[in-house]
Protein backbone atom coordinates (compact mmCIF):
# COMPACT_ATOMS: atom_id res chain seq x y z
CA UNK A 1 0.00 0.00 0.00
CA UNK A 2 1.07 3.69 -1.27
CA UNK A 3 0.66 6.81 0.62
CA UNK A 4 1.70 10.39 0.57
CA UNK A 5 3.31 11.58 3.81
CA UNK A 6 5.37 15.01 4.52
CA UNK A 7 8.52 15.61 6.66
CA UNK A 8 9.57 19.12 7.71
CA UNK A 9 12.84 20.00 7.53
CA UNK A 10 14.24 23.61 8.36
CA UNK A 11 10.46 24.75 8.45
CA UNK A 12 9.66 23.80 4.83
CA UNK A 13 7.47 20.87 3.84
CA UNK A 14 8.96 18.36 1.43
CA UNK A 15 6.84 15.14 0.26
CA UNK A 16 7.22 11.54 0.11
CA UNK A 17 5.97 8.23 -1.14
CA UNK A 18 5.72 5.15 0.69
CA UNK A 19 5.13 1.72 0.52
CA UNK A 20 4.04 -0.36 3.40
CA UNK A 21 3.46 -3.92 3.50
CA UNK A 22 3.22 -6.75 6.09
CA UNK A 23 6.67 -8.34 6.84
CA UNK A 24 6.26 -11.55 9.52
CA UNK A 25 2.90 -10.16 10.15
CA UNK A 26 3.39 -6.95 10.97
CA UNK A 27 3.58 -3.65 8.98
CA UNK A 28 7.12 -2.46 7.50
CA UNK A 29 8.27 0.02 5.19
CA UNK A 30 9.55 -1.55 1.87
CA UNK A 31 10.05 1.33 0.21
CA UNK A 32 9.85 5.90 0.17
CA UNK A 33 10.72 7.77 -2.97
CA UNK A 34 11.40 11.36 -2.18
CA UNK A 35 9.26 13.39 -4.26
CA UNK A 36 10.31 17.37 -3.42
CA UNK A 37 7.94 20.10 -1.88
CA UNK A 38 4.39 21.17 -3.22
CA UNK A 39 5.98 23.50 -5.71
CA UNK A 40 7.92 20.40 -7.33
CA UNK A 41 5.07 18.22 -7.42
CA UNK A 42 2.97 20.87 -9.28
CA UNK A 43 5.93 20.96 -11.60
CA UNK A 44 5.62 17.38 -11.89
CA UNK A 45 2.05 17.21 -12.45
CA UNK A 46 1.36 19.95 -14.84
CA UNK A 47 4.32 18.76 -16.91
CA UNK A 48 2.27 15.62 -17.58
CA UNK A 49 4.01 13.61 -19.97
CA UNK A 50 6.95 15.75 -20.57
CA UNK A 51 7.71 14.85 -17.12
CA UNK A 52 8.35 11.56 -17.83
CA UNK A 53 9.95 11.93 -20.68
CA UNK A 54 13.95 11.98 -20.60
CA UNK A 55 16.15 15.29 -21.25
CA UNK A 56 18.78 13.45 -22.89
CA UNK A 57 20.45 10.52 -23.44
CA UNK A 58 24.23 8.96 -23.16
CA UNK A 59 25.35 5.17 -24.73
CA UNK A 60 28.37 3.98 -22.99
CA UNK A 61 30.23 0.67 -24.09
CA UNK A 62 29.47 -2.02 -21.61
CA UNK A 63 29.62 -5.47 -22.27
CA UNK A 64 33.39 -6.39 -23.44
CA UNK A 65 34.59 -3.55 -20.92
CA UNK A 66 32.90 -5.64 -17.96
CA UNK A 67 33.91 -9.30 -19.12
CA UNK A 68 37.05 -8.28 -19.78
CA UNK A 69 37.43 -6.72 -16.27
CA UNK A 70 35.62 -9.24 -15.03
CA UNK A 71 38.20 -12.22 -16.29
CA UNK A 72 41.45 -9.59 -14.77
CA UNK A 73 39.31 -10.19 -11.22
CA UNK A 74 39.03 -13.37 -11.47
CA UNK A 75 42.95 -13.73 -12.07
CA UNK A 76 43.28 -11.28 -9.73
CA UNK A 77 45.39 -9.32 -12.09
CA UNK A 78 45.45 -5.87 -9.85
CA UNK A 79 46.45 -7.63 -6.57
CA UNK A 80 49.28 -9.80 -8.45
CA UNK A 81 50.64 -6.73 -10.33
CA UNK A 82 50.49 -4.48 -7.10
CA UNK A 83 51.85 -7.00 -4.33
CA UNK A 84 54.93 -7.24 -7.21
CA UNK A 85 55.48 -3.83 -7.42
CA UNK A 86 54.84 -2.48 -4.12
CA UNK A 87 51.38 -1.00 -5.56
CA UNK A 88 50.94 2.99 -6.27
CA UNK A 89 53.90 5.13 -6.65
CA UNK A 90 54.01 8.63 -5.30
CA UNK A 91 51.60 10.91 -6.44
CA UNK A 92 49.88 8.88 -8.42
CA UNK A 93 45.81 8.54 -8.08
CA UNK A 94 45.69 4.65 -9.21
CA UNK A 95 48.15 1.71 -8.29
CA UNK A 96 50.47 0.50 -10.93
CA UNK A 97 47.92 -3.13 -11.28
CA UNK A 98 45.32 -0.91 -11.97
CA UNK A 99 47.04 1.21 -14.65
CA UNK A 100 48.17 -2.44 -16.33
CA UNK A 101 44.43 -4.00 -15.87
CA UNK A 102 42.89 -0.68 -17.68
CA UNK A 103 45.53 -0.92 -20.51
CA UNK A 104 44.77 -4.14 -20.88
CA UNK A 105 41.04 -3.45 -21.24
CA UNK A 106 41.56 -0.71 -23.95
CA UNK A 107 44.08 -3.51 -25.67
CA UNK A 108 41.07 -5.85 -26.47
CA UNK A 109 38.48 -3.46 -26.59
CA UNK A 110 38.85 -0.72 -28.62
CA UNK A 111 43.28 -0.19 -28.92
CA UNK A 112 44.89 3.35 -28.77
CA UNK A 113 47.58 5.48 -27.69
CA UNK A 114 48.11 5.86 -23.90
CA UNK A 115 47.33 9.54 -24.32
CA UNK A 116 43.33 8.37 -25.49
CA UNK A 117 42.71 5.84 -22.83
CA UNK A 118 41.72 8.46 -20.50
CA UNK A 119 39.13 9.98 -23.03
CA UNK A 120 37.92 6.10 -24.41
CA UNK A 121 37.03 5.57 -20.48
CA UNK A 122 35.10 7.89 -19.96
CA UNK A 123 33.10 6.69 -23.26
CA UNK A 124 32.54 3.60 -21.19
CA UNK A 125 30.17 2.64 -18.12
CA UNK A 126 33.94 0.91 -16.49
CA UNK A 127 33.97 4.38 -14.37
CA UNK A 128 30.51 3.37 -12.57
CA UNK A 129 31.90 -0.28 -11.62
CA UNK A 130 35.16 0.38 -10.98
CA UNK A 131 35.33 3.55 -9.22
CA UNK A 132 37.98 4.85 -11.64
CA UNK A 133 37.22 8.47 -13.12
CA UNK A 134 38.77 8.72 -16.36
CA UNK A 135 40.67 12.10 -15.30
CA UNK A 136 43.10 9.54 -13.12
CA UNK A 137 44.46 8.01 -16.42
CA UNK A 138 46.19 10.74 -17.43
CA UNK A 139 48.90 9.11 -20.00
CA UNK A 140 51.77 10.98 -17.86
CA UNK A 141 50.68 9.54 -14.71
CA UNK A 142 50.61 6.14 -16.56
CA UNK A 143 54.37 6.68 -17.33
CA UNK A 144 55.16 7.69 -14.39
CA UNK A 145 53.78 4.66 -12.52
CA UNK A 146 55.54 2.66 -15.23
CA UNK A 147 59.16 3.64 -14.90
CA UNK A 148 58.92 2.53 -11.07
CA UNK A 149 58.15 -1.27 -12.88
CA UNK A 150 61.53 -3.40 -13.40
CA UNK A 151 61.77 -5.80 -16.63
CA UNK A 152 62.41 -8.78 -13.48
CA UNK A 153 59.38 -7.38 -11.88
CA UNK A 154 57.09 -7.65 -15.56
CA UNK A 155 58.69 -11.49 -16.08
CA UNK A 156 57.55 -12.42 -12.25
CA UNK A 157 54.11 -10.83 -13.00
CA UNK A 158 53.79 -12.44 -16.40
CA UNK A 159 54.90 -15.64 -14.23
CA UNK A 160 52.22 -15.62 -11.65
CA UNK A 161 49.25 -14.59 -13.62
CA UNK A 162 50.06 -17.73 -15.89
CA UNK A 163 50.69 -20.06 -13.27
CA UNK A 164 47.09 -18.47 -12.36
CA UNK A 165 45.56 -19.69 -15.37
CA UNK A 166 46.85 -22.59 -15.54
CA UNK A 167 45.82 -23.53 -12.42
CA UNK A 168 42.11 -21.88 -12.57
CA UNK A 169 41.09 -22.61 -16.43
CA UNK A 170 42.60 -26.33 -16.33
CA UNK A 171 44.52 -25.73 -19.34
CA UNK A 172 46.59 -28.32 -20.84
CA UNK A 173 50.03 -27.82 -21.21
CA UNK A 174 51.69 -30.56 -22.68
CA UNK A 175 51.70 -29.90 -26.23
CA UNK A 176 53.38 -26.21 -27.10
CA UNK A 177 53.65 -24.26 -30.29
CA UNK A 178 56.82 -21.92 -30.57
CA UNK A 179 56.81 -19.30 -33.07
CA UNK A 180 58.73 -15.76 -33.44
CA UNK A 181 57.32 -12.43 -35.41
CA UNK A 182 58.21 -9.25 -35.56
CA UNK A 183 56.25 -5.72 -35.34
CA UNK A 184 57.03 -2.36 -36.76
CA UNK A 185 58.65 0.16 -35.15
CA UNK A 186 57.93 4.20 -35.79
CA UNK A 187 61.10 5.07 -33.89
CA UNK A 188 63.54 7.25 -35.87
CA UNK A 189 66.70 6.21 -36.84
CA UNK A 190 68.98 8.64 -34.73
CA UNK A 191 67.44 7.16 -31.36
CA UNK A 192 69.49 5.64 -29.32
CA UNK A 193 67.36 4.99 -26.35
CA UNK A 194 66.33 1.85 -28.03
CA UNK A 195 68.63 -0.76 -29.06
CA UNK A 196 65.87 -3.25 -29.27
CA UNK A 197 64.48 -1.63 -32.00
CA UNK A 198 66.80 -2.76 -35.10
CA UNK A 199 66.07 -2.61 -39.04
CA UNK A 200 66.07 -6.55 -40.04
CA UNK A 201 63.82 -8.56 -42.13
CA UNK A 202 60.29 -7.29 -41.66
CA UNK A 203 57.44 -9.69 -41.82
CA UNK A 204 55.61 -6.88 -42.10
CA UNK A 205 57.08 -5.75 -45.31
CA UNK A 206 57.72 -2.64 -43.76
CA UNK A 207 61.44 -2.45 -44.42
CA UNK A 208 61.82 1.15 -43.88
CA UNK A 209 60.79 0.80 -40.38
CA UNK A 210 62.76 -0.47 -36.58
CA UNK A 211 61.73 -3.72 -35.96
CA UNK A 212 61.13 -5.38 -32.15
CA UNK A 213 60.65 -9.29 -32.54
CA UNK A 214 58.14 -11.25 -30.53
CA UNK A 215 58.57 -14.73 -29.56
CA UNK A 216 55.66 -16.69 -28.45
CA UNK A 217 55.09 -20.38 -26.58
CA UNK A 218 51.16 -20.98 -26.87
CA UNK A 219 48.88 -23.84 -25.25
CA UNK A 220 47.44 -25.90 -28.20
CA UNK A 221 44.59 -25.89 -25.71
CA UNK A 222 42.70 -22.46 -26.38
CA UNK A 223 46.13 -20.99 -27.82
CA UNK A 224 46.66 -19.29 -24.56
CA UNK A 225 50.37 -17.36 -24.62
CA UNK A 226 52.40 -19.33 -21.51
CA UNK A 227 55.85 -17.21 -21.80
CA UNK A 228 57.42 -14.27 -24.45
CA UNK A 229 60.39 -13.12 -25.48
CA UNK A 230 60.69 -9.71 -26.95
CA UNK A 231 64.43 -9.52 -28.85
CA UNK A 232 66.18 -6.98 -31.38
CA UNK A 233 64.99 -6.95 -35.11
CA UNK A 234 67.67 -8.01 -36.66
CA UNK A 235 68.36 -11.51 -34.85
CA UNK A 236 66.91 -14.06 -36.85
CA UNK A 237 64.76 -16.23 -35.32
CA UNK A 238 66.93 -19.39 -34.98
CA UNK A 239 69.24 -17.25 -32.75
CA UNK A 240 66.35 -17.01 -30.49
CA UNK A 241 65.32 -20.35 -30.15
CA UNK A 242 67.50 -21.27 -26.96
CA UNK A 243 66.56 -18.28 -25.47
CA UNK A 244 62.51 -19.41 -25.35
CA UNK A 245 63.38 -22.65 -24.18
CA UNK A 246 65.11 -21.83 -20.72
CA UNK A 247 62.25 -19.43 -20.45
CA UNK A 248 60.05 -22.18 -21.06
CA UNK A 249 61.47 -24.29 -18.96
CA UNK A 250 62.01 -22.45 -15.65
CA UNK A 251 59.15 -21.49 -15.74
CA UNK A 252 57.82 -24.94 -15.74
CA UNK A 253 60.59 -25.81 -13.14
CA UNK A 254 59.00 -22.85 -10.61
CA UNK A 255 55.69 -24.41 -11.84
CA UNK A 256 56.75 -27.99 -10.42
CA UNK A 257 56.29 -29.58 -13.48
CA UNK A 258 58.23 -31.99 -15.17
CA UNK A 259 59.39 -30.67 -18.26
CA UNK A 260 59.97 -34.70 -19.61
CA UNK A 261 55.48 -34.18 -20.22
CA UNK A 262 55.91 -31.23 -22.39
CA UNK A 263 56.15 -31.47 -26.23
CA UNK A 264 57.46 -28.25 -28.14
CA UNK A 265 56.04 -27.86 -31.89
CA UNK A 266 57.62 -25.58 -34.20
CA UNK A 267 58.13 -24.69 -37.82
CA UNK A 268 61.10 -24.71 -39.68
CA UNK A 269 62.76 -21.29 -39.15
CA UNK A 270 63.73 -22.81 -35.91
CA UNK A 271 65.78 -25.42 -37.17
CA UNK A 272 69.83 -25.98 -36.50
CA UNK A 273 71.95 -28.65 -35.06
CA UNK A 274 72.32 -26.49 -31.69
CA UNK A 275 68.89 -25.20 -31.55
CA UNK A 276 68.13 -29.25 -31.25
CA UNK A 277 70.86 -30.15 -28.82
CA UNK A 278 69.96 -27.49 -27.22
CA UNK A 279 66.32 -28.87 -26.77
CA UNK A 280 67.54 -32.60 -25.86
CA UNK A 281 69.74 -31.29 -23.08
CA UNK A 282 66.33 -29.25 -21.70
CA UNK A 283 64.56 -32.67 -21.24
CA UNK A 284 61.83 -31.37 -24.00
CA UNK A 285 59.52 -33.51 -26.54
CA UNK A 286 59.53 -31.92 -29.81
CA UNK A 287 57.61 -31.95 -33.26
CA UNK A 288 59.12 -30.07 -36.18
CA UNK A 289 59.40 -29.90 -40.00
CA UNK A 290 62.26 -29.66 -42.61
CA UNK A 291 62.44 -28.46 -46.20
CA UNK A 292 60.98 -31.72 -48.90
CA UNK A 293 63.77 -29.72 -50.64
CA UNK A 294 66.49 -30.78 -48.34
CA UNK A 295 65.87 -34.63 -48.48
CA UNK A 296 65.48 -35.44 -52.31
CA UNK A 297 66.21 -39.14 -51.65
CA UNK A 298 62.25 -38.76 -49.25
CA UNK A 299 60.81 -37.18 -51.99
CA UNK A 300 62.22 -39.99 -54.91
CA UNK A 301 60.12 -42.70 -52.23
CA UNK A 302 56.97 -44.11 -54.51
CA UNK A 303 53.70 -43.50 -53.17
CA UNK A 304 52.96 -47.10 -52.83
CA UNK A 305 55.06 -46.78 -49.67
CA UNK A 306 52.85 -44.32 -48.12
CA UNK A 307 49.43 -45.29 -45.99
CA UNK A 308 46.15 -43.29 -45.50
CA UNK A 309 45.88 -41.46 -41.54
CA UNK A 310 43.34 -43.06 -39.85
CA UNK A 311 40.71 -40.33 -38.77
CA UNK A 312 37.82 -38.34 -40.28
CA UNK A 313 39.69 -34.92 -39.28
CA UNK A 314 42.75 -36.10 -42.07
CA UNK A 315 40.85 -37.18 -44.86
CA UNK A 316 42.90 -38.10 -47.79
CA UNK A 317 45.95 -37.64 -45.87
CA UNK A 318 48.61 -40.41 -46.35
CA UNK A 319 52.00 -40.80 -44.68
CA UNK A 320 55.07 -42.99 -44.40
CA UNK A 321 57.33 -43.55 -41.33
CA UNK A 322 61.06 -43.70 -41.51
CA UNK A 323 64.20 -42.75 -39.69
CA UNK A 324 67.17 -40.90 -40.62
CA UNK A 325 69.83 -38.49 -39.43
CA UNK A 326 68.98 -34.99 -39.14
CA UNK A 327 70.19 -31.92 -37.81
CA UNK A 328 73.10 -34.49 -36.00
CA UNK A 329 70.31 -36.12 -34.38
CA UNK A 330 68.73 -40.52 -35.36
CA UNK A 331 65.16 -38.82 -35.66
CA UNK A 332 61.79 -40.52 -36.46
CA UNK A 333 60.12 -38.70 -39.90
CA UNK A 334 57.36 -39.18 -41.13
CA UNK A 335 56.80 -38.34 -44.90
CA UNK A 336 53.23 -36.78 -45.72
CA UNK A 337 51.25 -36.33 -48.75
CA UNK A 338 48.11 -33.83 -48.60
CA UNK A 339 45.97 -33.70 -51.75
CA UNK A 340 44.09 -30.59 -50.96
CA UNK A 341 48.30 -28.84 -50.40
CA UNK A 342 48.42 -30.22 -53.72
CA UNK A 343 45.91 -28.79 -55.12
CA UNK A 344 46.48 -25.37 -53.74
CA UNK A 345 50.45 -25.32 -54.83
CA UNK A 346 49.23 -26.45 -58.24
CA UNK A 347 47.43 -23.12 -58.58
CA UNK A 348 49.85 -21.42 -56.67
CA UNK A 349 52.24 -22.48 -59.53
CA UNK A 350 49.29 -22.09 -62.35
CA UNK A 351 49.53 -17.96 -61.46
CA UNK A 352 52.85 -17.77 -61.07
CA UNK A 353 53.43 -18.99 -64.47
CA UNK A 354 50.43 -16.80 -65.61
CA UNK A 355 52.25 -13.68 -64.22
CA UNK A 356 55.43 -14.63 -65.86
CA UNK A 357 54.43 -15.72 -69.26
CA UNK A 358 52.06 -12.29 -69.50
CA UNK A 359 55.87 -10.39 -68.65
CA UNK A 360 57.50 -12.80 -70.73
CA UNK A 361 55.47 -11.91 -73.96
CA UNK A 362 55.94 -8.25 -73.16
CA UNK A 363 59.22 -8.12 -73.54
CA UNK A 364 59.02 -10.47 -76.49
CA UNK A 365 56.53 -8.60 -78.24
CA UNK A 366 59.71 -5.29 -77.14
CA UNK A 367 61.70 -6.60 -78.81
CA UNK A 368 59.99 -7.64 -81.84
CA UNK A 369 59.43 -4.12 -82.77
CA UNK A 370 63.04 -3.83 -82.79
CA UNK A 371 63.29 -0.58 -80.71
CA UNK A 372 65.12 -2.24 -77.80
CA UNK A 373 68.93 -0.77 -76.54
CA UNK A 374 70.08 -3.43 -74.30
CA UNK A 375 72.42 -5.87 -75.22
CA UNK A 376 72.42 -9.29 -74.71
CA UNK A 377 73.35 -9.57 -71.09
CA UNK A 378 70.75 -7.10 -70.38
CA UNK A 379 67.92 -8.97 -71.51
CA UNK A 380 69.17 -12.40 -70.62
CA UNK A 381 69.07 -11.04 -66.86
CA UNK A 382 66.06 -9.06 -67.41
CA UNK A 383 64.60 -12.81 -68.76
CA UNK A 384 66.21 -14.36 -65.64
CA UNK A 385 64.59 -12.07 -63.17
CA UNK A 386 60.91 -12.77 -64.55
CA UNK A 387 61.87 -16.95 -64.33
CA UNK A 388 63.28 -16.08 -61.04
CA UNK A 389 60.44 -18.10 -58.85
CA UNK A 390 62.13 -21.21 -57.59
CA UNK A 391 59.56 -23.93 -59.66
CA UNK A 392 59.27 -21.51 -62.19
CA UNK A 393 62.41 -21.66 -63.44
CA UNK A 394 62.50 -25.20 -63.34
CA UNK A 395 59.84 -25.43 -65.86
CA UNK A 396 59.78 -22.26 -67.80
CA UNK A 397 62.09 -22.73 -70.88
CA UNK A 398 63.37 -20.02 -73.19
CA UNK A 399 65.69 -19.24 -76.46
CA UNK A 400 66.78 -15.57 -77.10
CA UNK A 401 67.98 -15.00 -81.33
CA UNK A 402 69.62 -12.80 -82.81
CA UNK A 403 73.09 -10.93 -82.37
CA UNK A 404 71.80 -7.21 -81.91
CA UNK A 405 69.56 -4.88 -80.34
CA UNK A 406 67.25 -4.46 -83.15
CA UNK A 407 67.53 -8.66 -84.23
CA UNK A 408 66.57 -9.97 -80.95
CA UNK A 409 63.79 -12.16 -80.72
CA UNK A 410 62.74 -14.35 -77.99
CA UNK A 411 60.66 -17.27 -77.53
CA UNK A 412 59.54 -19.37 -74.48
CA UNK A 413 57.32 -22.58 -73.26
CA UNK A 414 55.75 -23.98 -70.83
CA UNK A 415 57.76 -27.84 -70.21
CA UNK A 416 54.80 -29.92 -69.51
CA UNK A 417 56.70 -32.86 -68.92
CA UNK A 418 58.72 -30.71 -66.38
CA UNK A 419 55.32 -29.77 -64.65
CA UNK A 420 54.28 -32.92 -64.00
CA UNK A 421 57.83 -34.25 -62.49
CA UNK A 422 57.72 -31.32 -60.11
CA UNK A 423 54.43 -31.21 -58.91
CA UNK A 424 54.10 -35.45 -58.77
CA UNK A 425 57.72 -35.31 -56.45
CA UNK A 426 57.28 -31.97 -54.13
CA UNK A 427 53.96 -30.71 -54.13
CA UNK A 428 51.30 -31.40 -50.96
CA UNK A 429 54.46 -33.58 -49.35
CA UNK A 430 55.64 -32.36 -45.55
CA UNK A 431 58.14 -33.60 -43.78
CA UNK A 432 58.14 -33.92 -39.75
CA UNK A 433 60.45 -34.74 -37.38
CA UNK A 434 60.08 -35.93 -33.64
CA UNK A 435 61.93 -37.52 -31.13
CA UNK A 436 58.17 -38.69 -29.27
CA UNK A 437 58.64 -42.28 -29.82
CA UNK A 438 55.55 -43.39 -28.75
CA UNK A 439 52.89 -41.27 -30.32
CA UNK A 440 51.54 -42.33 -33.44
CA UNK A 441 51.99 -40.89 -36.92
CA UNK A 442 48.52 -39.21 -36.45
CA UNK A 443 49.25 -37.97 -33.18
CA UNK A 444 52.41 -36.41 -34.55
CA UNK A 445 50.36 -34.77 -37.80
CA UNK A 446 47.86 -33.49 -35.07
CA UNK A 447 50.54 -32.14 -32.68
CA UNK A 448 52.25 -30.61 -35.76
CA UNK A 449 49.13 -28.56 -37.00
CA UNK A 450 48.71 -26.98 -33.47
CA UNK A 451 51.34 -24.56 -35.00
CA UNK A 452 48.71 -22.86 -36.14
CA UNK A 453 47.82 -21.89 -32.78
CA UNK A 454 51.11 -19.35 -32.77
CA UNK A 455 50.34 -18.46 -35.69
CA UNK A 456 46.56 -17.05 -35.34
CA UNK A 457 48.12 -15.43 -32.05
CA UNK A 458 50.32 -13.31 -34.24
CA UNK A 459 47.57 -12.78 -36.52
CA UNK A 460 45.46 -11.93 -33.59
CA UNK A 461 48.13 -9.23 -32.79
CA UNK A 462 48.36 -7.91 -35.50
CA UNK A 463 44.97 -7.24 -35.80
CA UNK A 464 44.07 -3.55 -35.97
CA UNK A 465 40.62 -3.90 -33.91
CA UNK A 466 41.08 -6.02 -30.93
CA UNK A 467 43.87 -7.12 -29.14
CA UNK A 468 46.45 -5.11 -31.43
CA UNK A 469 50.59 -4.64 -30.74
CA UNK A 470 50.45 -1.67 -33.52
CA UNK A 471 51.03 0.96 -34.08
CA UNK A 472 53.61 0.96 -31.41
CA UNK A 473 54.61 4.74 -30.38
CA UNK A 474 57.30 3.89 -28.13
CA UNK A 475 61.08 5.10 -28.09
CA UNK A 476 62.70 3.36 -25.12
CA UNK A 477 63.36 -0.25 -24.19
CA UNK A 478 61.31 0.02 -21.42
CA UNK A 479 58.28 1.46 -22.72
CA UNK A 480 58.62 -1.12 -25.81
CA UNK A 481 58.87 -3.54 -22.77
CA UNK A 482 55.89 -2.34 -21.08
CA UNK A 483 53.50 -2.49 -24.11
CA UNK A 484 54.91 -6.03 -25.55
CA UNK A 485 53.86 -7.26 -21.36
CA UNK A 486 50.45 -5.27 -22.20
CA UNK A 487 49.86 -6.96 -25.53
CA UNK A 488 50.67 -9.88 -24.83
CA UNK A 489 48.76 -9.67 -21.17
CA UNK A 490 45.74 -8.90 -23.62
CA UNK A 491 46.12 -11.80 -25.84
CA UNK A 492 46.30 -14.41 -23.27
CA UNK A 493 42.94 -13.10 -21.04
CA UNK A 494 41.34 -12.57 -25.09
CA UNK A 495 41.76 -15.97 -26.25
CA UNK A 496 40.93 -17.34 -22.27
CA UNK A 497 37.42 -15.74 -22.98
CA UNK A 498 37.17 -17.18 -26.45
CA UNK A 499 38.11 -20.46 -24.97
CA UNK A 500 35.63 -20.21 -21.92
CA UNK A 501 33.00 -19.12 -24.33
CA UNK A 502 33.78 -22.32 -26.45
CA UNK A 503 33.77 -24.51 -23.11
CA UNK A 504 29.66 -23.32 -22.84
CA UNK A 505 29.08 -23.78 -26.49
CA UNK A 506 30.02 -20.77 -28.19
CA UNK A 507 32.49 -21.11 -30.92
CA UNK A 508 33.18 -17.82 -31.73
CA UNK A 509 36.49 -16.19 -33.20
CA UNK A 510 38.04 -13.29 -30.51
CA UNK A 511 36.37 -11.02 -32.77
CA UNK A 512 32.86 -12.10 -32.75
CA UNK A 513 33.20 -12.57 -29.26
CA UNK A 514 34.04 -9.46 -28.47
CA UNK A 515 31.54 -7.77 -31.11
CA UNK A 516 28.37 -9.42 -29.34
CA UNK A 517 29.51 -8.56 -25.74
CA UNK A 518 30.45 -4.65 -27.40
CA UNK A 519 26.74 -4.92 -28.25
CA UNK A 520 25.89 -4.93 -24.69
CA UNK A 521 25.71 -1.28 -23.98
CA UNK A 522 24.34 1.12 -21.34
CA UNK A 523 22.20 3.56 -21.89
CA UNK A 524 22.30 6.67 -19.45
CA UNK A 525 18.51 8.63 -19.35
CA UNK A 526 19.13 12.30 -17.94
CA UNK A 527 15.61 13.67 -17.08
CA UNK A 528 14.97 17.37 -16.25
CA UNK A 529 15.35 18.71 -12.83
CA UNK A 530 12.35 19.46 -11.15
CA UNK A 531 13.84 21.85 -8.90
CA UNK A 532 16.72 19.77 -7.63
CA UNK A 533 19.47 18.12 -10.32
CA UNK A 534 18.97 16.20 -13.12
CA UNK A 535 18.20 12.44 -12.46
CA UNK A 536 19.69 9.88 -14.54
CA UNK A 537 18.81 6.21 -15.17
CA UNK A 538 20.87 3.70 -16.06
CA UNK A 539 19.83 0.36 -17.93
CA UNK A 540 21.06 -1.90 -20.80
CA UNK A 541 20.27 -2.06 -24.14
CA UNK A 542 17.80 -5.15 -25.42
CA UNK A 543 20.03 -8.21 -25.95
CA UNK A 544 19.77 -11.18 -27.73
CA UNK A 545 20.13 -14.66 -26.04
CA UNK A 546 23.66 -15.15 -27.17
CA UNK A 547 24.33 -12.22 -25.78
CA UNK A 548 22.40 -13.44 -22.72
CA UNK A 549 23.91 -16.15 -22.35
CA UNK A 550 27.75 -14.42 -22.67
CA UNK A 551 26.82 -12.22 -19.88
CA UNK A 552 26.22 -15.01 -17.14
CA UNK A 553 29.47 -16.76 -18.97
CA UNK A 554 31.31 -13.42 -17.49
CA UNK A 555 29.31 -12.78 -15.01
CA UNK A 556 28.37 -9.23 -16.17
CA UNK A 557 25.43 -9.06 -13.56
CA UNK A 558 27.65 -7.97 -11.00
CA UNK A 559 28.76 -4.87 -13.33
CA UNK A 560 24.92 -4.05 -14.17
CA UNK A 561 23.50 -0.86 -13.34
CA UNK A 562 20.74 -1.29 -10.49
CA UNK A 563 19.08 2.67 -10.87
Given at each position: MSSLYSKKVNGKTYWYLRTMARVDGKPKMISERYLGSAADVAAAFDAGDTAVMPQRTRHLAFGDVAAVWSMCQRLNVIGVIDEITGGRVAGAPCSIGTYLAVAVCNRITAPCSKARIADWWAHTAADRFTKIRATD??????????????????????????????????????????????????????????????????????????????????????????????????????????????????????????????????????????????????????????????????????????????????????????????????????????????????????????????????????????????????????????????????????????????????????????????TQRIFGKRILITDRQDWTIAEVIDGYRSQSDAEFGFRQLKDPHEVSFSPMHHFTDHTITVHTFTCVLALQIAHLMRREADTHGHHLSVRQLLAALAGIEETVLIYPSTGGRPKARRMLTETTTTQNELAHIFDLDRYTPTT
Open positions: LDHRRFWDAMHAVTPGQLEQISQTITAAMITDFGLDTTALALDMTNFATYIASVNTKAPIAQRGKAKQKRTDLRLVGLGLVITRDGGIPLTWHAYPGNKPDVTQFPAMIDTLTARYRALGTDTGTITVVFDAGQNSAANFAHLTGAGLHYVGSTPPSDHPDLLDLPASRRRPVPGDRFAGLTALHTRKQVYGLDQRVILTHSPTLHDAQDRGLTQTLAAAGRKLDELAATLARGHSRRDRNQVEAAIAHICSDTWGAQILTWQLDGDTPAEFRLTWAVDTDARNKL
